[in-house]
């Protein structure tokens, strides 16, 4: 009865992934290839992986607990793959009871893109995809979509009197500081003021608060953002602050608890997709029109 439970678990799920893969292929058909690549740069950026070694693999991988990472990940990396699709496998770490324990890991084989990171330092990277306005949105999308926070607040100010008022924030996290230095600058040269902080645990934060510089920054960056446990509170914000939907202190209030409820059954399916998986001793296979499930060591040939 179990098996049987866990084949149903998993088909359920994988026709979400496949109904959200649909619809961001839907969201960056139209995008030209630099534009791919910049967005793609920047998701590396902020917690991509890959290996520059004499074993002749050219894998890029990203490791996450967070089903929209993965997503986001494996929409973009499909357009770029060598082969074709991106291979997705579960594996457990640490305490087995612990919720944080699975973790889900996609990768792709791209001569092209492993070629670059491996020739140049992130910083000139940067600097390629910088040098247009679109390729830096691309580039800072894709930062956003992995490091990246949209914050909606709504606090209560009681003097003169009281009174709600929204105090947003963008957010990207990364431990490189020279990188967000240069994405400062370059933000700067578009008349988009934000500063670069310490973050806690040795890291840095690029932070834009003034809502008139969130709104500029979100109309060139959020067309590109595709994760899809962000790009609602982005296209949300804009809203507000280009004013076409009301300022309501209790509709937000009330969105972003949906939202938060949505994003923990997000965790909830990434972890029980990741322990199907496991169990059941399968990798998938995403391509463009499908998904597949091999056997986890199965050399898989689609090209």
């Known amino acids: 009865m179990d098996i049987i439970v866990g084949y149903v678990i998993m088909s359920e799920y994988l026709n979400f992934i496949e109904s959200v893969l649909k619809n961001l292929h ?34 890029i991988h990203v490791e996450t607990t967070h089903l929209g990472t993965l997503l986001c990940f494996t929409a973009i990396g499909i357009r770029l793959a060598d082969t074709g699709y991106v291979r997705i496998y579960a594996y457990p770490r640490g305490n087995p009871k612990s919720f944080t324990t699975w973790k889900l890991r996609a990768y792709i084989q791209s001569h092209k893109e492993h070629e670059l990171l491996c020739k140049k330092d992130i910083h000139e990277i940067f600097e390629d995809f910088s040098k247009r306005p679109d390729l830096l949105a691309a580039y800072t999308a894709g930062l956003m979509d992995n490091d990246g926070t949209v914050v909606l607040s709504v606090k209560k100010r009681f003097r003169p009197k009281p009174r709600f008022y929204l105090e947003p924030e963008v957010i990207i996290v990364n431990k490189d500081k020279k990188l967000l230095d240069l994405l ?59 004013e076409k939907i009301h300022y309501d202190p209790v509709m937000i209030k009330t969105i972003v608890k949906r939202h938060l409820s949505y994003i923990s059954r ?16 399968i990798s998938l296979i995403v391509t463009e029109n499908e998904i597949k499930t091999v056997p986890r060591g199965e050399v898989y040939l689609y090209r």
Not at 214 to 235: D, P, Q, W
Not at 276 to 281: D, F, L
């Open 266 to 281: 997000l965790k909830v399916i990434a972890r029980q997709l990741a322990i199907e998986m496991y169990n059941q001793g």
């Open 26 to 59: 839907k969201v960056t058909s139209s995008w030209e290839n630099e534009v791919i690549r910049a967005w793609f740069h920047g998701f590396v950026a902020g917690d991509g992986s890959y290996t520059c070694s004499h074993t002749g693999r050219r894998d």
């Open 184 to 242: 400062y600058s370059r933000w700067i040269e578009l008349n988009i003021h934000g500063n670069v902080q310490h973050h806690p645990g040795n890291l840095f934060r690029y932070r834009i608060s003034a809502k008139s510089e969130i709104c500029k920054f979100l109309v060139h960056v959020s067309k590109y953002m595709v994760n899809i446990e962000r790009i609602g509170k982005a296209t949300l914000l804009k809203a507000i602050l280009q």
